[in-house]
């Protein structure tokens, strides 16, 4: 399969990163079915489960939806088409060569794994060329982080707290920033499929932005 093409600046294949908490797998579900097997960008995934608990979410994910879905290992390039989730009690990052690292530095609000280092060093490898996803959850995680993206010139979408299992991830990042899009879960895959396809002026008139 391809990898990403990762000279800053360069890149003509966005990265999606998406951070999840309480409700977060039922969110992933409905967010990635609407994704196609052949989706042309990397998907990278913080979704915060227990440290000590059984590596599950992958394969739940990867049998209900039609990427593949795995968990992500350090030194591996990321591949188009292809849904990778953070180990649990580690922090997955992109290191400036654009693979994937996994780290166990200390805890970012209150969470390893965390959105914010993701979001952020996806950020410094791919510049605009980032798309974030802000869904249900507790505290604030991936706020800051969606901030970054923002500023970079890239997309920041956030789940309508409203219905969200948990709003509070939601909520902080709304605060924090001005995210693009504020949309139902359900809304959120066929618009990444148009942001990434490079139909970026045509997303925005659909959602009237």
Same mark, same amino acid.
Request: proline share 9%; glycine share 10%; with cysteine.
């Given at each position: 399969?391809?990898?990403?093409?990762?000279?800053?600046?360069?890149?003509?294949?966005?990265?999606?990163?998406?951070a999840a908490s309480s409700g977060g797998l039922e969110a992933l579900f409905q967010l990635c079915r609407l994704l196609p097997a052949n989706f042309p960008a990397a998907v990278l995934v913080v979704l915060h489960t227990s440290p000590i608990g059984p590596k599950l979410a992958a394969g739940i994910l990867d049998s209900k939806i039609a990427m593949p879905v795995s968990y992500a290992h350090s030194?591996?390039? %990321?591949?188009?088409?292809?849904?990778?989730?953070? &180990?649990?009690?580690?922090?997955?990052v992109l290191s400036a060569d654009g693979r994937m690292s996994l780290n166990k530095e200390p805890k970012v609000h209150h969470s390893r794994p965390a959105a914010n280092p993701l979001f952020e060093s996806a950020v410094a490898v791919y510049g605009s060329h980032v798309i974030g996803v802000v869904l249900t959850g507790g505290d604030s995680d991936g706020a800051d982080g969606l901030r970054s993206i923002t500023g970079a010139g890239?997309?920041?979408?956030?789940?309508?707290p409203s219905e969200a299992?948990?709003?509070?991830? %939601?909520?902080?990042?709304?605060?924090?920033?001005? &995210?693009?899009?504020?949309?139902?879960?359900?809304e959120i895959g066929p618009l990444l499929s148009k942001l990434v396809s490079g139909s970026r002026r045509e997303a925005l008139e659909v959602h009237g932005r």
């Amino acid at each position: 399969m391809p990898v990403l093409n990762r000279a800053v600046g360069q890149s003509r294949s966005p990265i999606v990163v998406i951070a999840a908490s309480s409700g977060g797998l039922e969110a992933l579900f409905q967010l990635c079915r609407l994704l196609p097997a052949n989706f042309p960008a990397a998907v990278l995934v913080v979704l915060h489960t227990s440290p000590i608990g059984p590596k599950l979410a992958a394969g739940i994910l990867d049998s209900k939806i039609a990427m593949p879905v795995s968990y992500a290992h350090s030194g591996e390039e %990321p591949q188009l088409g292809h849904v990778y989730l953070a &180990p649990p009690d580690h922090h997955l990052v992109l290191s400036a060569d654009g693979r994937m690292s996994l780290n166990k530095e200390p805890k970012v609000h209150h969470s390893r794994p965390a959105a914010n280092p993701l979001f952020e060093s996806a950020v410094a490898v791919y510049g605009s060329h980032v798309i974030g996803v802000v869904l249900t959850g507790g505290d604030s995680d991936g706020a800051d982080g969606l901030r970054s993206i923002t500023g970079a010139g890239g997309v920041g979408i956030v789940q309508c707290p409203s219905e969200a299992y948990d709003p509070s991830m %939601p909520i902080a990042t709304m605060k924090e920033d001005h &995210p693009q899009y504020i949309l139902p879960v359900e809304e959120i895959g066929p618009l990444l499929s148009k942001l990434v396809s490079g139909s970026r002026r045509e997303a925005l008139e659909v959602h009237g932005r």
